[in-house]
């Protein structure tokens, strides 16, 4: 099955560096991996998402990067704003009988200090 | 649009009370439906999955059971509920199919055990 890990699990930068998040996948048939935050007592929000036919994708300050061969995606967040500050997770699917399911990693709280 | 719904928003239980959330879909057709709970600041544990109507996949063995009664409605429930309970509860909806898309998932239900 599917496991996915992810690195590291707080972060604090100041405001206007970068962050990075990284997670590695272990299915190699895994074509879709998302990006969630999640802000304090709220739902987590799909925030970017990366398929396996591309390397990069981006929007506006926020980046995702992906390498099939070594099975690791990246979250990178620009001039981080004290808005940025939140819970984020990285997921990928895992193909079963009946449907399919997304394995989260564990999450990075990200503090951003102004 | 796709809109998700979950309710209710908070709930405080005493312990061996019974539990029923429930989460229903709107605009769209026989979607994936997920439970996840949140304890507190930890990640995301799937419940519960449903591909249709009747059809529910477990991943954890516990007191809790799931129905999903109408294409675009699924229901959370206990007997008796545990301490251990606790926690935030979370629907989500995905597009059928092979082709993964990413969750949108519902407001939550803040459960506390006592």
């Known amino acids: 099955g599917e496991n996915v890990e992810q690195h590291p699990s707080t972060l604090s930068v100041q405001e206007g560096d970068s962050a990075v998040i990284k997670c590695t996948y272990s299915?190699?048939?895994?074509?879709?991996f998302p990006w969630y935050k999640q802000e304090l007592g709220k739902r987590p929000q799909l925030i970017i998402d990366i398929r396996s036919n591309v390397g990069e994708k981006k929007d506006q300050r926020i980046a995702v990067t992906l390498n099939k061969t070594a099975k690791h995606f990246s979250l990178h967040i620009t001039e981080t704003q004290p808005e940025d500050s939140a819970v984020y997770f990285c997921a990928a699917p895992l193909f079963m009988e009946y449907g399919n399911k997304l394995v989260f990693g564990a999450g990075t709280i990200l503090r951003v200090k102004s | 649009s796709q809109t998700i719904h979950q309710w209710p928003a908070t709930l405080v239980q005493p312990v061996g009370s019974p539990l029923s959330l429930e989460c229903t879909v709107e605009g769209t057709s026989n979607p994936n439906l997920y439970w996840y709970r949140q304890a507190a600041g930890r990640g995301l544990q799937l419940l519960f999955y449903s591909v249709g109507i009747g059809q529910i996949s477990s991943e954890v063995p516990q007191n809790l059971s799931a129905s999903r009664p109408q294409d675009r409605q699924f229901i959370l429930s206990s007997k008796k509920l545990l301490l251990s309970d606790s926690g935030f509860y979370l629907c989500?909806?995905?597009?059928?199919?092979?082709?993964?898309?990413?969750?949108?998932f519902g407001s939550g239900t803040r459960l506390t055990v006592v």
């Open positions: 299915d190699s048939a895994s074509n879709y």
């Open positions: 989500a909806w995905a597009l059928p199919g092979g082709r993964h898309y990413g969750y949108t």
